[in-house]
């Protein structure tokens, strides 16, 4: 089992880096052919980061696995935090792969934890949505 998942992440974490890798193309003369059109992108842009959430608490286990999470940077369960796609991350997620949730995401998902933080607040302030004046059986003015 344990074998499997590393080797996906490997896998993973191999195409990754392919996708970030261009190659040379030699020119070609417009005249014969329209350029493509900037706006259509046919292409997915590639994942390139972890999404790692800690989902069990680590509070019970040993010295290692605590040290491994927070060399991860996550102090507390329900954090999440942001890797690149490198062999470390990948070492480090399958040493508390039970007790973390990991997604693939690209770099234009990956949020900083300022980001992380307005994302939870509440908006400042109220709104109104109604008074009692127009509510009470529909009479106007008072």
């Given at each position: 089992?344990?074998?499997?998942?590393?080797?996906?992440?490997?896998?993973?974490?191999?195409?990754?880096?392919?996708?970030?890798?261009?190659?040379?193309?030699?020119?070609?003369?417009s005249?014969?052919?329209?350029?493509?059109?900037?706006?259509?992108?046919?292409?997915?842009e590639?994942?390139?980061?972890?999404?790692?959430?800690?989902?069990?608490?680590?509070?019970s286990?040993?010295?290692?696995?605590?040290?491994?999470?927070?060399?991860?940077?996550i102090h507390?369960?329900?954090?999440?935090?942001?890797?690149?796609?490198?062999?470390?991350?990948?070492?480090?997620?399958?040493?508390?792969?039970?007790?973390?949730?990991v997604?693939?995401?690209?770099a234009?998902?990956?949020?900083?934890?300022?980001?992380?933080?307005?994302?939870?607040?509440?908006?400042?302030?109220?709104?109104?949505?109604?008074?009692?004046?127009?509510?009470?059986?529909g009479v106007?003015?008072?």
């Amino acid at each position: 089992m344990a074998s499997t998942s590393r080797r996906l992440l490997q896998t993973q974490w191999r195409n990754a880096s392919r996708s970030l890798t261009t190659t040379p193309h030699a020119p070609t003369s417009s005249a014969s052919t329209p350029p493509p059109p900037a706006a259509k992108s046919s292409k997915p842009e590639p994942m390139t980061h972890y999404k790692i959430t800690l989902r069990r608490s680590a509070i019970s286990l040993g010295d290692k696995i605590k040290g491994t999470l927070i060399a991860l940077g996550i102090h507390r369960r329900m954090q999440t935090v942001y890797h690149r796609h490198t062999p470390e991350a990948a070492g480090k997620i399958l040493r508390v792969k039970e007790l973390v949730e990991v997604h693939n995401v690209p770099a234009s998902q990956v949020k900083t934890a300022g980001e992380q933080r307005l994302e939870r607040k509440a908006p400042r302030g109220y709104k109104i949505v109604g008074s009692r004046k127009t509510a009470f059986m529909g009479v106007g003015e008072w």
